[in-house]
């Protein structure tokens, strides 16, 4: 096997491509690139990437990262996605360090990016999902369940970005941000299936279709009968890309749109219930569903302008869900929408041999919709009228988002390198009300009001790579700001005050070293850091509203590929993370207490995956693959614990001839009982359980 200059990021995981991928070559050096980004995946690793004569980190030059971005990001590629072959997003995102994905019921989710898992608003503005480089939402409505959205089944690469993101992303970029980048035209007219059912009665498909370097079509179905009582979704997911040349500029057009119907599986409640093999496979709540429709558009156009390149991408989102509030205790119905258009624009251009520059301006007008109805009564005892049958909120609200932002790359010398950037939002909201305003029950309704904010986050960081460049040292500053959802604002409770909710704004501060060793046979990054958050709005186990809460986030995180010989690899991540209030809160007798130093619910300390993997030859590759979740509160108290879990898993794959390869995956292998998700809301210790044992058998077919 040829020497290595540099090792991919762990994301890769070693895992093979199909029988029939590049085969072994010498890898060039870094004087012999032209252009100076260059990249290949060989016997599954993705391998060097060079800037000039220098040698630095595997780099996308794509996505949220440059060549000297300091901070951290990891990535996934085409072959660990299709290898992974994900039936639930979280499968293939919780690989990496410092991210925790919490499978729900179907197709739910909530996420956790070097943070707590978060619920609510702080769930929907916290983290900013992106496709192609486009948010999927807009940022006064996201969703928490944003991730089902995305054609991560298909994707090229999936990036992560651990922290506040870089100054070309804005508000909700504020622990961090998921790109889904969909592969473009490839030289080639083919078309790749993958074809699988499992033990659970979930069947998947997907396709697509590759026109030469002009247009690629990818389609995915899932019809899954669900493992729980009443669980069933089906799912569909469509994505094109079109490739031209108008005018003198180089044109990307896609398209994605998705639709989901499930039936939804509600918590179980009782101490440690998910131990139950009778009660985990119940559904309390039957009557429960998710109905979701979303599309978007875009169209990425770039020309060489003077000295520089302009990059410009106006785009188009709609959407429209519904579903069953199963996880109050009223119940109830919420529809919702939004649709928007917008454009981001981008000028990149040298300033001097040392220092790149670029500026952008972006904007994003928007419409959303929120009704919530009470179909039946409800209450705690006789008498309770706070929760009224009939409509709680109806309401729309016209968002308008406007940006400036700017960001400096200087290459001090060929061993230090400075990145600094600048973003500044103004973010106006219109709301109106179709229900009288005033008190209804627990319930508040605005009046009529408009409302303004404005966002500004600086970032500032540094790479020194002494000597040859093997391993790099990084520092960054940056601070991550969300303008309050529309949810936060306008669907309010008795207990609140009208606009209490204001900008969250948290500060980040981390140092880091990534490179290689064992003569370049072992890639490792590690990285620490510390974060300070104010104005954080969340839900207590009460389900009463928090307008003001602050937190600290502090931990250290890892992860290490080693290439132990041409046919065993060994991949890991690891994180520790302190997420703790840093506010007391004591409103009523009888209600949540929250101390300064109580940690954040559902935050676990620990987090872990490792992975074995064998290739002895071109046909088979074979893998084992633990997850682990450490200890968390499940409530803002303290009061009760979730004790952790660990899920083993294995993969194997056979490549029969160059075109056609068969797998398996058996998913917690020895069958443990726990759960994905646990809280204690309402008085109640309730679970989402994890799926028992179960395995998938699978083809890929490649039709050329």
Not at 198 to 212: C, F
Not at 337 to 351: I, N, P, V, W
Not at 491 to 502: C, F, H, P, T, W
Not at 670 to 697: C, Q
Request: glycine letters at 10%.
């Amino acid at each position: 096997m040829p020497s290595r200059l540099l090792l991919a990021t762990t994301a890769s995981l070693a895992l093979a491509p199909l029988a029939g991928a590049q085969e072994s070559r010498r890898l060039p050096t870094c004087d012999e690139i032209d252009p100076p980004y260059w990249g290949e995946t060989t016997n599954g690793y993705h391998v060097i990437y060079c800037w000039g004569q220098k040698l630095y980190d595997p780099v996308l030059v794509y996505g949220d990262r440059t060549v000297w971005q300091p901070g951290s990001v990891a990535t996934l590629d085409e072959d660990v996605i299709a290898t992974v072959n994900a039936d639930h997003p979280a499968q293939i995102l919780n690989e990496l360090p410092g991210v925790n994905v919490q499978m729900n019921s179907g197709q739910e989710h909530l996420i956790a990016l070097r943070s707590p898992v978060l619920t609510g608003g702080a769930g929907q503005g916290s983290f900013l999902i992106l496709q192609n480089g486009v948010p999927t939402r807009s940022p006064a409505f996201g969703n928490v369940n944003s991730l089902f959205e995305i054609h991560h089944e298909v994707a090229e690469t999936i990036e992560i970005v651990r922290g506040p993101g870089s100054a070309k992303y804005g508000s909700n970029a504020v622990h961090g941000l998921i790109n889904v980048i969909l592969g473009s035209p490839q030289t080639g007219t083919y078309a790749d299936a993958r074809l699988s059912g499992s033990t659970l009665n979930r069947y998947k498909a997907d396709i697509t279709g590759n026109l030469d370097d002009t247009a690629r079509v990818s389609l995915s179905l899932q019809d899954d009968a669900g493992w729980r009582d009443f669980t069933g979704v089906e799912q569909q997911k469509l994505s094109a890309q079109y490739a031209f040349n108008v005018a003198g500029w180089d044109g990307l057009a896609f398209i994605s749109a998705s639709n989901l119907n499930q039936e939804t599986g509600g918590f179980i409640e009782g101490y440690k219930a998910y131990r139950d093999d009778d009660i985990v496979t119940q559904n309390p709540n039957p009557e429960a569903y998710r109905d979701a429709q979303w599309v978007m558009g875009a169209v990425r156009l770039s020309r060489e302008i003077g000295p520089g390149e302009l990059t410009l991408t106006p785009f188009y989102r709609w959407q429209e869900m519904e579903f069953a509030q199963h996880f109050l205790p009223n119940g109830g119905i919420e529809e919702n929408g939004h649709d928007a258009f917008g454009l981001q624009s981008k000028y990149e251009f040298a300033a001097s041999d040392a220092v790149m520059l670029r500026i952008g301006a972006d904007a994003d007008i928007a419409s959303g919709w929120l009704k919530e109805t009470q179909l039946e009564p409800f209450g705690f005892f006789p008498g309770d009228r706070r929760f009224p049958v009939g409509v709680h909120y109806d309401y729309t609200v016209d968002t308008t988002v406007l940006a400036l932002w700017s960001e400096a790359e200087w290459a001090v010398s060929d061993e230090l390198s400075i990145l600094a950037g600048l973003r500044g939002e103004t973010h106006d909201y219109d709301y109106k009300t179709d229900v009288p305003p005033g008190p209804n029950g627990r319930f508040l309704v605005p009046a009529n009001r408009e409302d303004s904010f404005d966002l500004l986050t600086p970032k500032l960081g540094a790479i020194w790579a002494p000597g040859d460049g093997s391993i790099s040292y990084y520092a960054n500053y940056s601070r991550g700001e969300r303008a309050p959802q529309a949810s936060d604002l306008y669907r309010l409770q008795s207990q609140q005050g009208i606009a209490e909710a204001e900008v969250e704004t948290m500060d980040s501060f981390e140092i880091g070293l990534r490179g290689t060793a064992l003569g370049g046979d072992m890639f490792f990054d590690i990285a620490a850091y510390s974060a300070e958050k104010e104005n954080f709005f969340f839900r207590d186990s009460d389900g009463l509203n928090v307008t003001d809460g602050s937190t600290r986030h502090t931990g250290v995180e890892a992860q290490a590929n080693w290439l132990v010989n041409e046919a065993f690899t060994i991949s890991g991540t690891a994180s520790y993370a302190e997420h703790t209030y840093t506010f007391d809160r004591i409103v009523a007798a009888g209600s949540e207490v929250i101390r300064d130093g109580n940690e954040v619910d559902t935050a676990p300390n620990w987090l872990g995956d490792i992975r074995l993997t064998w290739h002895p030859t071109e046909r088979f590759e074979a893998s084992l693959s633990a997850d682990y979740i450490g200890e968390y509160y499940v409530d803002p108290g303290n009061t009760q614990t979730y004790p952790g879990h660990t899920s083993t898993h294995a993969r194997a794959s056979y490549a029969f001839t160059e075109t056609l390869e068969g797998f398996v995956i058996i998913r917690n292998l020895f069958d443990v009982n726990y759960a994905d998700r646990a809280d204690l809301a309402f008085g109640n210790n309730r679970y989402f359980p994890g799926e028992p044992m179960n395995a998938t058998f699978g083809v890929r077919k490649r039709f050329n």
